[in-house]
């Protein structure tokens, strides 16, 4: 059942904070997002769970260590990270080849545009898709605004 845009939602969500990401080992992925995504890593219980984030306002990833269950994802089921500009994202892609081994990414795309932007995919060891981007069409605040620009 779909509702019209007029009609109030039947959620009212104050937050839209994170989303959650399978692990094969949660001590291993833990590097790979603290030295080479740059992200925050956090532990709070005993549990196989952690949380990592770039900063005190963005989204928030709960890791869930699973072990030999985690599978790999699809490309378009990937978790994006931006980058100020193209060479940045070159020097992403430059480094996610010299450290493949180390961190084990499974697979890398090369860079190229799509949808306005300048980015390019990594498969990680826990089988989860990475975007590095750096946007140069409109951002996501312009977006939102602008509304829906194609009808469904």
Known sequence: MSLPSTTKSYVNPSKFPHGTLECI???????????????KCVRHVEELIMMT???DQG????????GDKARDQRVFNHWG?????REEVDE?????????????????QPPSELHGDYSFYF???DGNWWEIQCIMASTYEEKFAL????SM
């Open 59 to 66: 989204c928030t990833v709960v890791c869930v260590e699973v």
């Open 123 to 125: 498969l990680d060891r």
């Open 81 to 85: 990270i931006d980058v100020q500009t």
């Open 147 to 150: 509304g829906d620009v194609v």
């Open 25 to 39: 080992d949660l001590a291993e992925s833990r590097k790979f997002y603290e030295e080479f995504l740059g992200l």
């Open 92 to 108: 992403a892609y430059e480094n996610a080849k010299k450290f493949k081994e180390k961190y084990g990414i499974k697979r890398i």
């Open 53 to 55: 984030r770039l900063d």
